[in-house]
């Protein structure tokens, strides 16, 4: 069931208007299985606008991530990442992601829209939690907001594998936990 809700209505100061990604309070992350355990990384470059519409059903996000900035604290496993294997960042030089709508289902809200990988575009929704709007001591006006979602990377064609000696079970997961925190400063609305 999708509602049309005022900003105001859910969030006192979220109000219409552009709001950019502020790069340094903000995180790109991803987790995925790795063998016995998971390994955990983040997008270091990245860039976007939220514009929340007088409806939080008409309200647009954009996002624009470099693959080359991925840093999974291991250079050799970051260049492998960046190679054909994973991102193929020699031909496709950004992750994207275009939100269409907030909608809500009972108290949770999800942002519905379109994540591209590789050239693939395929659609997400991610839950969303409000964490408020504020005053800066930079003289502007920030909101919060966490986002989560689980994607399975071969939608992606992102589908290199490796066995795992002495077993039948391969060395990477399928799944991938996005997880992202956004600090975003209110434009003029």
Do not use: C
């Amino acid at each position: 069931m999708t509602l049309a809700v005022a900003p105001q209505q859910l969030a006192p100061g979220l109000v219409p208007g552009t709001w950019t990604i502020d790069p340094v309070h903000s995180e790109v992350a991803f987790v995925v299985r790795h063998l016995v355990s998971k390994v955990r990384g983040t997008f270091h470059e990245f860039e976007g606008d939220i514009v929340i519409g007088e409806t939080l059903d008409r309200s647009t996000v954009d996002v624009r991530i470099n693959p080359s900035s991925v840093n999974t604290k291991n250079e050799t496993r970051d260049n492998h990442l960046r190679s054909a294997d994973f991102f193929e960042v020699d031909a496709h030089d950004a992750l994207t992601f275009r939100g269409t709508g907030i909608r809500q289902d009972g108290d949770d809200f999800y942002l519905d829209g379109e994540l591209t990988i590789r050239g693939t575009t395929k659609p997400v929704s991610l839950a969303v939690e409000f964490g408020g709007v504020s005053p800066s001591p930079f003289n502007d006006t920030r909101a919060g907001f966490s986002a989560t979602t689980k994607i399975n990377r071969h939608d992606f064609g992102v589908s290199f594998n490796g066995p795992v000696p002495g077993s039948d079970k391969a060395m990477l997961g399928d799944v991938v936990t996005i997880a992202i925190e956004v600090e975003a400063v209110l434009q003029d609305a």
